[in-house]
């Protein structure tokens, strides 16, 4: 297994367009986060899941975010109307065991909207 | 709230000049506190786990420091390769997410 993969790596959109991300986990691991990273800041959580129940979202989360995890193997995160404020990028990562912070974390697609 | 605060937000120090950065943590029952290492354009990378105050855990030239409100990441001698971000986080026990700090940047300089 070579990590959490990520894709696609770059996405240039216009703004009102809608965009799909989509994270591949290490295979064993039940849980799966979708954070999101500005210039100079930390990765502020969006979502997560364990296996396919989406167990937590962010109160900053707008309804035009939206995330899923089928059958609790991959993951997508779908952004609706594309904003400016949304340009980032966007990491995922898995855990095999949530209380012990290892996460691992794919290396990200990053958002541009024009 | 639950809260990191990481300090400085930039440092630069010579090679072999050993120091210290600094994670203030406000959280509502510490599950744990976890620190990271980033490099330009990748995801984090998982450093070390603590739990509660007074445990220390090292790896290599760093090594990680819990208090009840903070925790330092010493760096020992460092090299031209431990430059990078370096992100602490902290778990909730009431929560599932880990909350990030805004990283210390450091550059090691030759």
């Known amino acids: 297994d070579t990590g959490v993969s990520q894709d696609p790596r770059h996405k240039i959109t216009k703004r009102g367009q809608n965009v799909t991300f989509r994270c591949d986990p290490i295979s064993e691991h039940n849980r799966l986060y979708w954070y999101r990273q500005t210039l100079g800041q930390g990765p502020e959580f969006l979502t997560y899941f364990q296996n396919e129940a989406q167990l937590e979202k962010s109160r900053l989360l707008s309804d035009r975010f939206s995330a899923e995890r089928p059958k609790g193997s991959f993951s997508t995160l779908e952004i609706q109307r594309t904003e400016q404020g949304d340009s980032a990028m966007y990491l995922c990562?898995?855990?095999?065991?949530?209380?012990?912070?290892?996460?691992?974390f794919g290396e990200g697609s990053r958002l541009t909207v024009l | 709230e639950d809260q990191v605060t990481q300090s400085p937000e930039a440092l630069r120090l010579q090679e072999g000049e050993s120091s210290s950065l600094n994670c203030s943590y406000t959280?509502?029952?510490?599950?744990?506190l976890f620190w990271y290492r980033q490099d330009p354009g990748k995801g984090p990378e998982f450093l070390f786990t603590l739990y509660s105050a007074g445990e220390e855990k090292e790896k290599e030239r760093l090594k990680a420091t819990l208090t009840k409100k903070e925790s330092f990441l010493h760096i020992t001698a460092p090299k031209p390769e431990d430059s990078a971000t370096y992100l602490c986080?902290?778990?909730?026990?009431?929560?599932?997410?880990?909350?990030f700090g805004t990283g210390t940047s450091l550059t090691v300089i030759p």
């Open positions: 990562a898995s855990s095999l065991y949530w209380d012990t912070g290892e996460l691992f």
């Open positions: 959280v509502s029952g510490l599950r744990g």
């Open positions: 986080a902290v778990q909730a026990r009431s929560g599932n997410q880990f909350y």
